[in-house]
């Protein structure tokens, strides 16, 4: 879904964020420092208070919690969690979005003893859900693909690590599936086996243990995603396509103005 982006330091002007938590949208526009993150996060009681304050290691899921849609991994990052906190025990996992598999979810999240540790914050406002991305060290969504199927299931393209890695976020992903075609192993994030609670929780230790390296591979994912997603880049592509088409060389693609 796109949707108006203003502003977010040369990335494209219309961006395609959030439809993962039910079509809201995320600007970033206006909130520049971990600050100003931190604040608006707070606004929504302890769903910012407690879980976001400023000594805490945050985690990051955008995604439906729909029962039809388990495949999205949230169970897997779950199960991972018990592991990862007794290394970080300062970690806070939140999880964006809501849907009708969302009580099942939290009930397991209690089950795992991980009070203190995961937020389910709904659907969220536009701002608050930049606030959150910015506030955030690490994205996970180890979602499953069935790639041997004759009619594939699961993820599909995965726009959401793209939103990610815009926000200069390291993306944990699945090692098959659609997903592999953005996420670069060790370069931009980390690809995992998406069914495994060990492989995830150990990649999830390895970059809130290597900030450096957490670091780094964020701002390769935010300089890929503008090589490759800027409007720039699909207007070099199109002319690519349509020269190739017409055996001719085309002029460049003006941008839509109306639509900026």
Not at 39 to 56: I, L, M, N, T
Not at 83 to 110: C, H, K, S
Not at 173 to 189: D, F, Q, T
Request: one cysteine or more; a negative charge.
């Amino acid at each position: 879904r796109e949707i108006e982006k203003k502003g977010f330091d040369g990335l494209p002007e219309r961006r395609s964020l959030s439809a993962q938590q039910g079509g809201k949208a995320a600007c970033a526009d206006s909130i520049h420092t971990p600050e100003e993150a931190r604040k608006e996060v707070s606004c929504g009681g302890p769903k910012g208070e407690e879980y976001f304050k400023h000594d805490r290691r945050v985690l990051l899921t955008v995604a439906r919690m729909a029962a039809s849609e388990r495949y999205k991994g949230h169970e897997v990052v779950l199960r991972a969690l018990p592991a990862v906190v007794a290394q970080i025990p300062n970690l806070t996992y939140a999880v964006v979005g809501d849907g009708d598999d969302r009580a099942r979810l939290e009930g397991l999240a209690a089950e795992l003893g991980l009070d203190g540790h995961v937020v389910f914050t709904g659907e969220v406002s536009d701002r608050e859900l930049a606030a959150i991305y910015h506030r955030s060290e690490v994205f996970v969504l180890p979602a499953v693909t069935a790639v041997e199927d004759r009619s594939p299931k699961g993820e599909g393209f995965g726009i959401v690590y793209l939103e990610a890695m815009a926000f200069g976020k390291p993306v944990i992903g699945p090692s098959y599936g659609a997903p592999v075609e953005l996420i670069r192993h060790g370069e931009n994030g980390l690809l995992v086996d998406p069914e495994s609670p060990s492989a995830v929780a150990q990649a999830l230790v390895s970059l809130f243990s290597n900030h450096e390296a957490a670091r780094d591979m964020g701002r390769a994912g935010r300089e890929w995603v503008r090589e490759h997603y800027s409007h720039a880049a699909f207007r070099e592509r199109l002319g690519e396509i349509f020269g190739a088409k017409t055996g001719a060389e085309c002029m460049p693609l003006k941008a839509n103005r109306a639509t900026a």
